[in-house]
């Protein structure tokens, strides 16, 4: 049975990002952990065994997992019973060998052995953003056009609100960028004129299907393909 990733692990993660650790040298299983810490996320108690892995992947609240694939010769073990649980837990994989099969195996990451701090952090901020980026319940789900109007506007922001760049790295014509740019600035005019109100509130069902046709018939394939 899939089990739901939305429980709580006890009190002690303060809010931060909880991560599996699983690696059976305990040297290197102390610095992935330190450094995991050091850069903002909570670490649950190491895994050092293939059975280790499975009984702490059952605690729910999980939110990556980083996996040396030399485990016990049997890393796919673990990584299997890990998407079988939570086929949306982000797997980093760590080697000191090539490892391609990892990725067939369904791990999102592979990260070659040795790798610097940095590398490591980025890598597991990454996966988990992309993993807060998707809706776990029904009532979290948005109409495609604004999920892509609201991804555009992140874009924009990271380059330096360079739209022409963004339109080019999106690979969409720029009036679109521009589209949702101006968006942005109605909304925020909205609330500054009227406070705040929901976006249920202040869209009718109406406006919603005439934005979606707005915005869905141009470029979709941005998030479709």
Sequence with gaps: MKKNMNSNLPAL??????VLVVEDDEDARQVITDTLSKGGFSCVSPAASVGEAITALKNDGIKLMVLDWELDRCGSEVLR???????????LV??????????????DVFLPKPFSAAVLIKHATQLIERDTFLPKRPEDMLPLAEVKRV?????VSLL???ASLAAEKLDIHRQTVSAALERAESDRG????????SRQERLSAGDVAK???????????????
């Design 13 to 18: 993660q303060n809010d931060k990002p909880v």
């Design 81 to 91: 019973e890990a998407k079988r649980l939570y086929p949306h837990l982000p797997v």
């Design 94 to 107: 760590l080697s000191g060998l090539p490892c391609t099969d990892a990725i067939m195996e369904e791990a």
């Design 151 to 155: 991804y555009i506007q992140h874009v």
């Design 160 to 162: 330096n609100n360079n």
């Design 190 to 197: 909205d609330h500054c004129g009227r406070g705040f109100q």
């Design 211 to 225: 934005r979606n046709n707005a915005w869905v018939g141009e470029d979709v394939g941005l998030l479709t393909t």
